[in-house]
């Protein structure tokens, strides 16, 4: 064997070697992965399940889904679910929930499904009052009256009621020993003071239904949500302003008498002899006597 043939030969041997040594690291790490992932027994619907159908064997099975994934109020065990009926409708292969299903030992019947402080209320309808009966369990309905105006005679429709849960409608009522019971109307879930509300209606003209959209339920329910409440200042504090007095005017100037006005008269009595008279009120009561008459008389 020459010395090329030789080295191609390790060649080979060495690479045998290095894929044996990788599948068989693969291999450990998949078992050590599987063996790492927990599996539980989960209980799903063997086929599509119907609102108040009772749970029997071959309505369910059993399979593996690993426990990260199992839904919350699973069951793992056909005894925790035994002879339990159906409130909310269950799809095939999908987990029976514990939210779904009424309790243990109630009576099978739409009682349990009424809400709390609701009422059940019937109303009869046909195919054009009921939307060709389209309306199902757990759908949403308006209820319009469609009632004559006094004098003109007229039709109008009136809206009484929005938004009202549907209970149970046309063969809702499934049971294994009672099948193919019809129910000839709409059993609704309302108030005492909404179900006053349809008997007075009733009475005015005949009653339809019509029926409501997911979205519809969504953007209402978005309607509904309170605003934000209004933030009020408080009103600013009220200051007490006085009364600023006007300025009285000031006094009238002080009327001061004039001087007493006097002059005097000279008086010639001839042509070389001249007297000087003082005439006028004087500053004395000298110069007042002294009215009328001369004194100091110039040569």
């Known amino acids: 064997m020459s010395g090329k043939s030789l080295v191609l030969l390790l060649l080979a041997v060495a690479s045998g070697l290095g894929a044996m040594f990788g599948t068989s690291k693969l291999l450990s790490s998949k078992a050590k992965n599987k063996a790492a992932v927990e599996l539980q027994d989960v209980i799903v619907a063997a086929r599509d399940l119907k609102v108040e159908e009772t749970l029997k064997p071959d309505l369910v099975k059993i399979v593996q889904m690993t426990k990260s994934d199992v839904p919350a109020g699973a069951f793992?065990?056909?005894?925790d679910v035994e002879e339990r009926w159906v409130m909310i409708k269950t799809l095939v292969d999908e987990p029976i929930l514990d939210k779904k299903l009424a309790p243990k030992g109630t009576p099978a019947g739409i009682v349990p499904?009424?809400?709390k402080g609701m009422r059940a209320f019937t109303l009869a309808v046909d195919e054009s009052t009921g939307v060709s009966g389209f309306v199902l369990p757990d759908h949403r309905v308006d209820v319009v009256v469609n009632k004559t105006k006094t004098g003109s005679g007229e039709i109008e429709g009136e809206t009484i009621l929005q938004d009202?849960?549907?209970?149970?409608?046309?063969?809702?009522?499934?049971r294994p020993e009672d099948r193919n019971v019809q129910?000839?109307?709409?059993?609704?879930?309302v108030t005492p003071e909404q179900a006053e509300i349809i008997v007075a209606a009733r009475e005015k003209g005949k009653l339809a239904l019509s029926l409501r959209g997911l979205n519809d339920r969504e953007q209402m329910v978005k309607e509904e949500k309170p605003a934000p409440a209004k933030v009020?200042?408080?009103p600013p504090p009220v200051v007490a302003v006085k009364a600023v007095e006007p300025t009285p005017p000031p006094p009238p100037p002080a009327v001061v008498p004039a001087p007493p006005m006097s002059h005097i008269v000279h008086i010639y009595r001839g042509v070389n002899k001249m007297e000087r008279v003082r005439i006028g009120t004087g500053a004395d009561s000298e110069d007042e006597e002294m009215i009328g008459f001369g004194r100091n008389s110039l040569e």
Do not use: D, Q, W
Request: net charge positive.
């Open 76 to 79: 793992s065990s056909f005894k």
């Open 164 to 174: 009202i849960l549907v209970l149970a409608s046309g063969t809702v009522f499934n």
């Open 232 to 234: 009020e200042l408080p």
């Open 113 to 115: 499904r009424i809400p």
């Open 183 to 189: 129910s000839r109307g709409v059993t609704l879930a």
